[in-house]
């Protein structure tokens, strides 16, 4: 049994055709859909029980972020495995199958990440190393400047073909199939993050745990990359907060810590650059 979980939050459109390509899927193994809605406004809800009634339906009515809402689905699933899908993604024929295949034949592993592909299908970079805590600062200073730097390269893995499954450090949580008794083993998502960072934290605490993360292209998904979280200054600031968050829980331990307030000025500088190029970008597509 296989439960698919989607955290929705005003992406009515993108998610009834992430729902659609589930159901016609034509997958052999049993599953579920549950969709849990962060108080929707656009009438996602009443898409949901309008067109897809066989889906459990979750409404929260405020926006609790992704990974409560996320542990929502997982706690709520008593299924063997678990597939977090964002609403704004598609998958392909023969996904469901494909991962619960590779997982039934491989006992060490606890998370699996399927190939992401962009809309004209092109490659999307999904799984990634943990950074040394030098290659972590080049990435985060030099990649919004210049993102082909030999750092955010190495980083994103971008020299490896992604046409072969291999142990990775983390997948991305655009969709990530779990074990659900691995998961619910290391307590779900850390909800101290609202949203962003939250699927390495897990990767991690799976690593620590003793289980593996794969990476597995055969499976594949279609990604509609940032489409179901705007990057509004708001998110580019919450994404830099759990980019803190979870340097503070990894160095916790480390004589790293003391460098957690020169972190957090950095990271501040990071977030201000960011947002000034988004907005002047913004304004460039706009003329």
């Keep these: 049994m296989l439960t698919v979980a989607i955290v929705n939050w005003n992406t009515r459109d993108l998610l009834g055709r992430c729902l659609s390509s589930i159901f016609e899927a034509d997958s052999r193994v049993d599953f579920e859909v549950m969709v849990v809605d962060n108080g929707s406004s656009d009438g996602s809800v009443e898409m949901i029980k309008a067109k897809f009634p066989q889906v459990r339906l979750v409404e929260n009515e405020v926006n609790l972020g ?46 699996v990440g399927p190939r992401l592909v962009n809309p004209d299908g092109t490659l999307q970079y999904s799984c990634r190393g943990f950074p040394s805590f030098g290659q972590a600062i080049m990435h985060a200073f030099i990649g919004p400047l210049f993102p082909d730097n030999p750092y955010t390269r190495a980083y994103k893995m971008v020299e490896w ?14 969709a990530m199939f779990l074990k659900r008794e691995v998961a619910e083993q290391v307590g779900f998502f850390d909800e101290d993050y609202f949203m962003y960072v939250e699927d390495v934290d897990l990767c991690y605490r799976l690593w620590q745990a003793g289980w593996k993360v794969y990476y597995f292209p055969k499976a594949r998904v279609m990604h509609h990359i940032a489409k179901s979280s705007r990057q509004s200054p708001g998110m580019i600031l919450e994404h830099h907060r759990s980019l803190y968050h979870f ?20 990271l501040f500088v990071r977030a201000s650059v960011v947002i000034v190029m988004s907005f002047l970008k913004g304004r460039r597509a706009s003329r």
């Design 247 to 266: 340097y503070t829980k990894r160095y916790q331990n480390s004589y790293k810590r003391y460098l957690t307030f020169l972190v957090a000025v950095g």
């Design 161 to 174: 073909d992604h046409s072969s499954e291999r142990e990775v450090d983390w997948i991305s949580g655009a």
């Design 66 to 111: 992704y990974c409560r809402a996320s542990n929502q689905a997982m706690r709520g699933s008593r299924a063997k495995y678990l597939l977090l899908l964002n609403s704004d993604t598609e998958i392909f024929p023969g996904t469901l199958d494909s991962l619960v295949d590779f997982a039934e034949a491989h006992s060490e592993v606890g998370a």
